[in-house]
């Protein structure tokens, strides 16, 4: 990624550009469908919400421990049909319900020129009209993404635009918006009874049956009604009118096809050959009967494009996984019942959840079974969507300054990442309860963070998602964990591969939820949310969960600095200086260590003192920017998203902060992180010189002092860096160091090349001239470097750049929480981590070049 990059995002065949945005404004129809939600309250019996509490409580037993037995014993204290599987991202808040329906129920703005619900439309268009020319299974699109991004915020503003939403919802959570759906119950009890009720096609074949009366149903009574898109889908959301109108004609429509059930599943039991179609007959014989074309011409015409009826299944989930062992999974056979849909687009099927249960849409198996069209007969399926509806990204994301109050105003920086924060503080009104919000769908569920100071424990992804978020963790695209961690704990999917094996994601840019995960790492009573999540880290390091670790332990360094950060005891959103930094590193300042390494009569009189810079970082990013691309006005977004810079090319990490009470291009300062991880630290000089600005060509030179910190986090307590010289911390200018360089003779060919045209008679070119032909080697060197040594040695008067150098994991006073993390990462030979670093650098750039519409940059 870039800079905060608020709108960017790509699913096949639905591109959003960098600058997607929309606003969500409360509107007066709120409290119209707050007072409904009170008064169907209100009407329910004592009994039927004792029963409602128990559901919850043994949902919530099941959320959290998952023993089958539980299920089982709690379903004897219940009567009635199964309850719904728990909706374990749903959008709630325990104090007020009705935080999320205001924020969803307000107005739906498109700025910067992308109209997001138009691409939406045309997605599912392309889908609905191409499936029988392009031989998929039937027209049906799965929207795939984690919690807050707007999925059905935008797929009902599809009403807006002359399309009848037909929006079942089931989620389960009492305080979830959209709410449950009338019909979910009756819907998934036919479910699981229809398919448990005999052999696979018999059972997929009455379902089949249930969910073509379901679509007849909703379409004859949207004609019914007589009503506009709009309205009918704001009648659907907040009555159950339409609901029970549509239950009845499913039920009168069952008991008439129920005795044609024998002569259809004769045609299935017929034992068919490896090479037939088994559903074939069967849908001709059906599809006959249920063709309801007219009644599509009695709705209204969009007034743009083909589609008039999009059915969508929010909170899906449970089509590609029933918990009931009795049943087949209800996914195929209900994309298979699709098909009844004219091939004209007037009418799609959308399944939408925040897990990967388009996962069910996966490629043919080894032995696949005669009813499976798909794997059988090579019938393909359309790939999954995933994408990004972004917030209104705050004002002063440019090149505005920005005082300090601003800087660290937590109300500001919830208007970065996905829709759903800026929502909520619209609504609400309070960005504490915002963050709060943020922690428990972070960590998995309401009231998680009290359970872990209690009880000590999280669920398996939480850990993760908690480093993850703030640390920058690449989760393996295999790895088993992906889908919980977007089903629950916020992880953004990127790509999909075509095999649905690989499940590419990203942590998004979204400073609340990096101050969410703050508040996790500090709490904590017997142990600290830091020490169980580096531990569940270093078993998901073992396991191969996390890759992209850092040759010379690129990782480690951000987890010492976040974790100074974090001893610092102030807001995460609150601004630290270097000085306070320094001492959260290494306990001493940088202050202190230009004191005792240069005098106080060397400090100049009027010069800016770099330890009383002010710095914001809340969490670290990779940029697909390249380093010597990076404008000024790159780094001042970044600063101000509190975001530390990944990168490469002398420089590891950036950290962007500000002098005074200002932040702005003027007053703009870096720290420059160069990590090294060697037992030999050897001519320091050379890592102090390549870790500045001039020599990693940045394209935005600082004026103003700036510190380089060098970084090395090899454990000195048992080899020769044991001692105390090469454990401790040093500071030093960047104008000694040149100074230093020019005296002595030049480490490379490119060096002393650089050094002879820019300074032709200082001590180390005279050196170099009489050595340099005694070296056969010098002549076969690569000379590639020599405009970064030109660029570092010319301004030789300046004093800009100050050092400091933690020269050993034993000085770091974070150390023992580190140490076997130390060990772990970089366990394997920096050649081995080289390698691997460049791999996944190569199929990153294959997997992403689709996304960035650019050409490949050769890194090989």
Same mark, same amino acid.
């Given at each position: 990624?870039?800079?905060?990059?608020?709108?960017?995002?790509?699913?096949?065949? %639905?591109?959003?550009?960098?600058?997607?945005?929309?606003?969500?404004?409360?509107?007066?129809?709120?409290?119209?469908?707050?007072?409904?939600?009170?008064?169907?309250?209100?009407?329910?019996?004592? +009994?039927?919400?004792?029963?409602?509490?128990?559901?919850?409580?043994?949902?919530?037993?099941?959320?959290?421990?998952?023993?089958?037995?539980?299920?089982?014993? +709690?379903?004897?204290?219940?009567?009635?049909?199964?309850?719904?599987?728990?909706?374990?991202?749903?959008?709630?808040?325990?104090?007020?319900?009705?935080?999320?329906?205001?924020?969803?129920?307000?107005?739906?703005?498109?700025?910067? =020129?992308?109209?997001?619900?138009?691409?939406? *439309?045309?997605?599912?268009?392309?889908?609905?009209?191409?499936?029988?020319?392009?031989?998929?299974?039937?027209? #049906?699109?799965?929207?795939?993404?984690?919690?807050?991004?707007?999925?059905?915020?935008?797929?009902?503003?599809?009403?807006?635009?002359?399309?009848?939403?037909?929006?079942?919802?089931? !989620?389960?959570?009492?305080?979830?918006?959209?709410?449950?759906?009338?019909?979910?119950?009756?819907?998934?009890? &036919?479910?699981?009874?229809?398919?448990?009720?005999?052999?696979?096609?018999?059972?997929?074949?009455?379902?089949?049956?249930?969910?073509?009366?379901?679509?007849?149903?909703?379409?004859?009574?949207?004609?019914?009604?007589?009503?506009?898109?709009?309205?009918?889908?704001?009648?659907?959301?907040?009555?159950?009118?339409?609901?029970?109108?549509?239950?009845?004609?499913?039920?009168?429509?069952?008991?008439?096809?129920?005795?044609?059930?024998?002569?259809?599943?004769?045609?299935?039991?017929?034992?068919? &050959?490896?090479? &037939?179609?088994?559903?074939?007959?069967?849908?001709?014989?059906?599809?006959?009967?249920?063709?309801?074309?007219?009644?599509?011409? @009695?709705?209204?015409?969009?007034?743009?494009?083909?589609?008039?009826?999009?059915?969508?299944?929010?909170?899906?989930?449970?089509?590609?996984?029933?918990?009931?062992?009795?049943?087949?999974?209800?996914?195929?056979?209900? *994309?298979?019942? !699709?098909?009844?849909?004219?091939?004209?687009?007037?009418?799609?099927? %959308?399944?939408?959840?925040?897990?990967?249960?388009?996962?069910?849409?996966?490629?043919?198996?080894?032995?696949?079974?005669?009813?499976?069209?798909?794997?059988?007969?090579?019938?393909?399926?359309?790939?999954? +969507?995933?994408?990004?509806?972004?917030?209104?990204?705050?004002?002063?994301?440019?090149?505005?300054?920005?005082?300090? =109050?601003?800087?660290?105003?937590?109300?500001?920086?919830?208007?970065?990442?996905?829709?759903?924060?800026?929502?909520?503080?619209?609504?609400? =009104?309070?960005?504490?309860?915002?963050?709060?919000?943020?922690?428990?769908?972070?960590?998995?569920?309401?009231?998680?963070?009290?359970?872990?100071?209690?009880?000590?424990?999280?669920?398996?992804?939480?850990?993760?998602?908690?480093?993850?978020?703030?640390?920058?963790?690449?989760?393996?695209?295999?790895?088993?964990?992906?889908?919980?961690?977007?089903?629950?704990?916020?992880?953004?999917?990127? /790509?999909?591969?075509?095999?649905?094996?690989?499940?590419?994601?990203?942590?998004?840019?979204?400073?609340?939820?990096?101050?969410?995960?703050?508040? !996790?790492?500090?709490?904590?009573?017997?142990?600290?949310?830091? @020490?169980?999540?580096?531990?569940?880290?270093?078993?998901?390091?073992?396991?191969?969960?996390?890759?992209?670790?850092?040759? *010379?332990?690129?990782?480690?360094?951000?987890?010492?600095?976040?974790?100074?950060?974090?001893?610092?005891?102030?807001?995460?959103?609150?601004?630290?200086?270097?000085?306070?930094?320094?001492?959260?590193?290494?306990?001493? /300042?940088?202050?202190?260590?230009?004191?005792?390494?240069?005098?106080?009569?060397?400090?100049?009189?009027?010069?800016?003192?770099?330890?009383?810079?002010?710095?914001?970082?809340?969490?670290?990013?990779?940029?697909?920017?390249?380093?010597?691309?990076?404008?000024?006005?790159?780094?001042?977004?970044?600063?101000?998203?509190?975001?530390?810079?990944?990168? /490469?090319?002398?420089?590891?990490?950036?950290?962007?902060?500000?002098?005074?009470?200002?932040?702005?291009?003027?007053?703009?300062?870096?720290?420059?992180?160069?990590?090294?991880?060697?037992?030999?630290?050897?001519?320091?000089?050379?890592?102090?010189?390549?870790?500045?600005?001039?020599?990693?060509?940045?394209?935005?030179?600082?004026?103003?002092?700036?510190?380089?910190?060098?970084?090395?986090?090899?454990?000195?307590?048992?080899?020769? %860096?044991?001692?105390?010289?090469?454990?401790?911390?040093?500071?030093?200018?960047?104008?000694?160091?040149?100074?230093?360089?020019?005296?002595?003779?030049?480490?490379? #060919? &490119?060096?002393?090349?650089?050094?002879?045209?820019?300074?032709?008679?200082?001590?180390?070119?005279?050196?170099?001239?009489?050595?340099?032909?005694?070296?056969?080697?010098?002549?076969? *060197?690569?000379?590639?470097?020599?405009?970064?040594?030109?660029?570092?040695?010319?301004?030789?008067?300046?004093d800009l750049q100050h050092i400091v150098a933690i020269k050993g994991l034993q000085a770091f006073s974070s150390r023992d929480?580190?140490?076997?993390?130390?060990?772990?990462?970089?366990? /394997?030979?920096?050649?081995?981590?080289?390698?691997?670093?460049?791999? @996944?650098?190569?199929?990153?750039?294959?997997?992403?070049?689709?996304?960035?519409?650019?050409?490949?940059?050769?890194?090989?």
């Amino acid at each position: 990624m870039g800079p905060p990059r608020h709108g960017s995002g790509k699913e096949s065949g %639905l591109q959003l550009r960098r600058g997607d945005e929309q606003r969500l404004v409360p509107q007066e129809k709120a409290a119209a469908s707050s007072g409904l939600r009170k008064r169907k309250a209100a009407e329910e019996s004592a +009994a039927a919400r004792e029963k409602k509490r128990l559901q919850s409580i043994v949902i919530q037993m099941v959320h959290e421990k998952s023993p089958g037995r539980i299920m089982d014993l +709690a379903m004897k204290m219940l009567e009635g049909p199964k309850p719904m599987p728990h909706s374990e991202t749903s959008e709630e808040t325990e104090d007020d319900p009705g935080i999320v329906e205001r924020a969803f129920q307000g107005e739906y703005r498109t700025v910067g =020129g992308v109209d997001n619900v138009d691409l939406l *439309r045309q997605k599912i268009e392309e889908t609905g009209t191409s499936w029988v020319a392009k031989n998929r299974i039937a027209p #049906v699109v799965t929207l795939v993404q984690s919690s807050g991004w707007g999925k059905s915020r935008t797929i009902c503003e599809l009403a807006s635009r002359g399309v009848f939403v037909v929006y079942c919802s089931f !989620a389960s959570a009492t305080t979830t918006y959209p709410p449950r759906s009338a019909i979910a119950d009756f819907f998934y009890t &036919s479910a699981v009874r229809l398919l448990s009720s005999g052999s696979r096609l018999v059972s997929e074949s009455r379902f089949m049956l249930f969910c073509m009366h379901y679509f007849s149903s909703c379409i004859d009574v949207a004609v019914d009604k007589q009503l506009a898109a709009e309205d009918f889908l704001q009648e659907l959301m907040l009555g159950e009118e339409f609901w029970r109108l549509v239950q009845a004609k499913i039920e009168s429509r069952q008991k008439q096809w129920e005795r044609r059930y024998p002569a259809l599943e004769k045609v299935l039991l017929e034992e068919p &050959s490896r090479a &037939s179609n088994v559903w074939g007959a069967w849908e001709d014989r059906v599809h006959r009967r249920m063709r309801n074309t007219d009644k599509l011409k @009695q709705l209204p015409d969009p007034p743009k494009g083909k589609l008039k009826v999009l059915f969508v299944m929010d909170e899906a989930g449970w089509f590609g996984r029933c918990d009931d062992h009795r049943a087949f999974a209800a996914f195929d056979p209900a *994309r298979r019942a !699709a098909r009844l849909f004219p091939g004209t687009g007037e009418v799609v099927a %959308l399944y939408t959840d925040t897990n990967d249960f388009a996962g069910s849409n996966v490629a043919p198996p080894c032995r696949p079974h005669s009813s499976d069209r798909v794997a059988a007969h090579g019938t393909a399926v359309s790939h999954p +969507a995933y994408c990004f509806f972004a917030a209104h990204s705050p004002s002063d994301t440019g090149t505005g300054s920005l005082p300090l =109050g601003k800087v660290e105003n937590l109300g500001r920086l919830v208007a970065y990442g996905r829709p759903l924060w800026q929502a909520l503080l619209k609504a609400k =009104g309070d960005p504490q309860e915002v963050l709060t919000l943020a922690v428990d769908k972070l960590l998995g569920g309401a009231n998680s963070l009290s359970k872990f100071v209690e009880q000590g424990f999280m669920l398996e992804e939480a850990p993760l998602a908690i480093l993850g978020c703030r640390v920058c963790l690449d989760i393996n695209p295999q790895a088993r964990v992906v889908s919980g961690l977007v089903a629950r704990h916020l992880l953004s999917v990127v /790509s999909i591969s075509d095999d649905r094996e690989h499940v590419w994601t990203d942590w998004a840019v979204e400073p609340v939820v990096a101050a969410a995960a703050a508040m !996790a790492l500090r709490a904590g009573r017997k142990r600290t949310g830091w @020490q169980y999540c580096l531990e569940k880290l270093e078993d998901g390091l073992m396991r191969g969960w996390v890759v992209d670790r850092g040759y *010379r332990g690129e990782l480690v360094a951000r987890v010492l600095l976040l974790l100074a950060v974090d001893s610092l005891q102030k807001d995460a959103w609150r601004c630290f200086t270097f000085d306070e930094l320094c001492r959260g590193l290494c306990g001493t /300042s940088v202050s202190d260590l230009r004191k005792a390494e240069l005098g106080v009569e060397d400090e100049e009189k009027g010069r800016k003192n770099v330890g009383d810079a002010k710095f914001l970082c809340l969490q670290f990013r990779k940029t697909d920017i390249p380093l010597k691309e990076l404008t000024a006005e790159n780094l001042l977004a970044f600063g101000k998203a509190g975001v530390g810079i990944i990168c /490469s090319g002398g420089i590891d990490i950036i950290i962007v902060g500000f002098f005074g009470g200002t932040f702005s291009l003027e007053t703009m300062t870096a720290i420059l992180v160069k990590v090294k991880r060697t037992k030999t630290l050897g001519n320091l000089d050379l890592a102090y010189a390549k870790c500045s600005p001039e020599f990693s060509g940045m394209v935005a030179l600082l004026e103003v002092p700036y510190v380089s910190l060098l970084v090395n986090v090899a454990d000195s307590s048992s080899d020769e %860096l044991g001692n105390s010289e090469r454990q401790s911390v040093s500071f030093k200018t960047g104008k000694l160091v040149k100074a230093a360089l020019m005296k002595k003779m030049p480490a490379n #060919v &490119s060096m002393g090349v650089a050094l002879q045209e820019t300074h032709p008679n200082c001590e180390g070119v005279e050196l170099w001239g009489k050595e340099k032909g005694m070296s056969s080697r010098s002549k076969r *060197r690569s000379l590639r470097n020599v405009e970064a040594w030109k660029r570092y040695f010319t301004p030789v008067d300046d004093d800009l750049q100050h050092i400091v150098a933690i020269k050993g994991l034993q000085a770091f006073s974070s150390r023992d929480q580190v140490k076997r993390l130390v060990d772990i990462t970089l366990k /394997s030979t920096p050649g081995m981590r080289r390698l691997e670093e460049r791999s @996944q650098k190569i199929c990153a750039e294959m997997m992403f070049s689709l996304v960035r519409k650019r050409k490949l940059r050769n890194k090989r």
